[in-house]
């Protein structure tokens, strides 16, 4: 396991980002739709598709935009470490907000972790928390900054959040993969 670069992140996510700009656009998009119609959800499967699609698109292979969709291939494992991730993340913030921002990271790296392949949710939050916690401080920092990115577009009348959320999932990604030890992405995700 290894700590996570917020300059590593952020230049490989625009890197990704400006080789195919419209997708990523439009699958954040889906992504918030079916997020918000679901109540939320839906956000751990489709995040997990679209962190499996990034990988994809990071080794060259050709995307398209329903490859969000394959994260529901894993329903179970993706929904139960995104929803344990979520309540943990959101005691954090009751708990006078700075355990939540401590751990900012940790839904993200346990959804990487069923997307890299991991069937048991439960287990993907397990390690995602002992990866997490090991890498404190770079997974804090990393987690705020892009954080912050994904949030400046908002202060362009809301439009610039086309442009910056993607930038933050991706960067989320690479964070992820930097945390969980940047191993290559296995068969699971190979598959179309």
Known sequence: ???ASVGACLS???DLFKKDVVTHVVVCLAVAIVSSISAGLLAGPMLVGYLRMIARAERGETVQITDVFRGFDDFVPAFVAGLISLLVLSVGFMLCFIPGLLVMALPTVALFIVAQGERDGVAAFNRAWKVVTQNL????WCAL???IVGGVGS???GVGVFL????AVIGS???ARQL???VPAPIAIEQA
């Open 1 to 3: 396991m290894a700590a």
């Open 12 to 14: 490989g996510a625009w």
């Open 137 to 140: 401080g770079s997974a804090f």
């Open 145 to 147: 900054v892009l954080g």
């Open 155 to 157: 202060l362009a009348c």
């Open 164 to 167: 910056t959320v993607p930038l």
């Open 173 to 175: 990604y690479y964070m």
């Open 180 to 182: 969980v030890g940047d």
